[in-house]
């Protein structure tokens, strides 16, 4: 049985699809050539899913995306006091790469700008510009488990456009807040942001980071607990730039987007997103990227101030026979809750199904509707589906 939830997808980006406007970024040659029809999502879940739709495989750069493992990786190596000194945590109300810097200390806004990415780069330990670009390649490459390369065209597209990174650079060198010399800073940050990506990458990435640091594949701890937070954190208050506020607002969902028509989002303790597709609104997020985001938020309710519990706690049991298989649901069903069962439906070949939702004690539209769709699609396959549901939640 094919899930849901691919469907759906493929559904929301044929209908976000005629969200025109904004235009391809012209400062880098390489990103100046993307094609304006690439559009691509990808959904990875705690539980280890992973769904895509469109070009969900194409490879594109990462870009600004990668100021979110760079950033914790120099918390990793220097600390959050350490860190505190060279680098704040507040909005900055200003475009991407605005001069936002505080007046009295000289340190960037916040980590997600170019100015306080610059920062954070020359905190990253390393000899050499490449040195710091390989260790983010790697944690990128750990997180999304396979080996990333750096694309070299589009890192040398980066440097013959990076005059205002060098300008920024510099300033902050005179300031004293950066750890490295300005050509090797605005090299290595170039480098960064020329890693190769799909949307299955970035979305697996996400799915690391909404379980805590943790693998959902491999139950290995890859990023530490304390520093994951904060870098949500700062992606909630400051990862769509001057356009945050009503991203925020709207989707309700830590984000970080990038130059080259991506933006990756986490919903902690249920699901890692990420879409692609290069016309750029004015804030520099993509058009396409965000009425999908906007979609999934408000049809799947994962607006992060929509209480949910995790997804793992949906199955209380499964009773798989050769002829019969009962699935026993408790709790409040959500998105990620109705994830997990539709997983767990998926794993059963026996002919007849009982779905039993005396243990349920609500569930949301969001919820109702994939799992009625799975029912349907079982029927359809000539499964015997039987729905116990004495609370009518189903029919709400």
Same mark, same amino acid.
């Given at each position: 049985?094919?899930?849901?939830?691919?469907?759906?997808?493929?559904? %929301?980006?044929?209908?976000?699809?005629?969200?025109?406007?904004?235009?391809?970024?012209?400062?880098?040659?390489?990103?100046?050539?993307? #094609?304006?029809?690439?559009?691509?999502?990808?959904?990875?879940?705690?539980?280890?899913?992973?769904?895509?739709?469109?070009?969900?495989?194409?490879?594109?750069?990462?870009?600004?995306?990668?100021?979110?493992?760079?950033?914790?990786?120099?918390?990793?190596?220097?600390?959050?006091?350490?860190?505190?000194?060279?680098?704040?945590?507040?909005?900055?109300?200003?475009?991407?790469?605005?001069?936002?810097?505080?007046?009295?200390?000289?340190?960037?806004?916040?980590?997600?700008?170019? *100015?306080?990415?610059?920062?954070?780069?020359?905190?990253?330990?390393?000899?050499?510009?490449?040195?710091?670009?390989?260790?983010?390649?790697?944690?990128?490459?750990?997180? *999304?488990?396979?080996?990333?390369?750096?694309?070299?065209?589009?890192?040398?597209?980066?440097?013959?456009?990076?005059?205002?990174?060098?300008?920024?650079?510099?300033?902050?060198?005179?300031?004293? @807040?950066?750890?490295?010399?300005?050509?090797?800073?605005?090299?290595?940050?170039?480098?960064?942001?020329?890693?190769?990506?799909?949307?299955?990458?970035?979305?697996?990435?996400?799915?690391?980071?909404?379980?805590?640091?943790?693998?959902?594949?491999?139950?290995?701890?890859?990023? +530490?607990?304390?520093?994951?937070?904060?870098?949500?954190?700062?992606?909630?208050?400051?990862?769509?730039?001057?356009?945050?506020?009503?991203?925020?607002?709207? @989707?309700?969902?830590?984000?970080?987007?990038?130059?080259?028509?991506?933006?990756?989002?986490? =919903?902690?303790?249920?699901?890692?997103?990420?879409?692609?597709?290069?016309?750029?609104?004015?804030?520099?997020?993509? %058009?396409?990227?965000?009425? @999908?985001?906007?979609?999934?938020?408000?049809?799947?309710?994962?607006?992060?101030?929509?209480?949910?519990?995790?997804? +793992?706690?949906?199955?209380?049991?499964?009773?798989?026979?050769?002829?019969? *298989?009962?699935?026993?649901?408790?709790?409040?069903?959500?998105?990620?809750?109705?994830?997990?069962?539709?997983?767990?439906?998926?794993?059963?070949?026996?002919?007849?199904?009982?779905?039993?939702?005396?243990?349920?004690?609500?569930?949301?539209?969001?919820?109702?509707?994939?799992?009625?769709?799975?029912? #349907?699609? =079982?029927?359809?396959?000539?499964?015997?589906?039987?729905?116990?549901?004495?609370?009518? =939640?189903?029919?709400?």
């Amino acid at each position: 049985m094919e899930s849901p939830i691919s469907n759906y997808l493929r559904t %929301v980006l044929d209908e976000c699809r005629g969200s025109d406007g904004g235009s391809i970024p012209q400062g880098n040659a390489e990103l100046a050539r993307a #094609d304006t029809e690439l559009f691509g999502i990808a959904l990875a879940t705690v539980g280890g899913s992973v769904y895509t739709a469109g070009d969900a495989e194409y490879e594109f750069s990462v870009q600004s995306i990668a100021k979110t493992l760079a950033y914790a990786l120099a918390l990793d190596d220097r600390g959050r006091d350490a860190m505190a000194e060279i680098v704040d945590t507040e909005p900055s109300g200003d475009s991407f790469n605005e001069i936002s810097l505080e007046p009295e200390t000289g340190r960037p806004r916040n980590a997600l700008i170019n *100015a306080g990415a610059l920062a954070v780069h020359s905190m990253i330990e390393g000899t050499s510009s490449e040195d710091r670009a390989e260790r983010v390649r790697l944690l990128h490459s750990r997180l *999304a488990g396979r080996e990333l390369t750096i694309d070299a065209a589009v890192h040398e597209a980066e440097l013959a456009a990076d005059d205002r990174n060098t300008g920024i650079a510099h300033l902050l060198k005179a300031v004293g @807040v950066l750890g490295a010399d300005p050509a090797e800073v605005v090299d290595g940050y170039a480098r960064q942001c020329a890693i190769s990506v799909n949307c299955r990458d970035l979305a697996t990435i996400a799915a690391v980071m909404a379980n805590g640091g943790i693998s959902p594949e491999t139950g290995e701890r890859l990023l +530490d607990t304390r520093h994951n937070r904060h870098v949500l954190s700062v992606m909630a208050t400051c990862g769509m730039y001057d356009g945050t506020g009503s991203w925020i607002s709207t @989707v309700g969902i830590p984000a970080k987007s990038g130059v080259a028509g991506a933006i990756i989002g986490v =919903l902690p303790g249920q699901v890692g997103i990420a879409v692609v597709s290069p016309n750029l609104n004015e804030h520099g997020n993509s %058009v396409r990227g965000v009425a @999908v985001f906007e979609r999934l938020s408000r049809d799947l309710e994962l607006h992060m101030m929509h209480v949910s519990p995790t997804g +793992d706690s949906a199955v209380r049991t499964t009773a798989d026979g050769d002829d019969e *298989a009962t699935v026993e649901l408790q709790g409040d069903l959500r998105f990620a809750g109705a994830e997990s069962i539709l997983v767990a439906l998926s794993r059963t070949t026996a002919r007849a199904l009982v779905l039993d939702f005396e243990h349920v004690r609500a569930i949301d539209d969001a919820a109702r509707s994939l799992l009625q769709h799975a029912v #349907d699609r =079982l029927r359809e396959e000539n499964r015997d589906v039987t729905v116990r549901d004495p609370q009518s =939640l189903m029919s709400a």
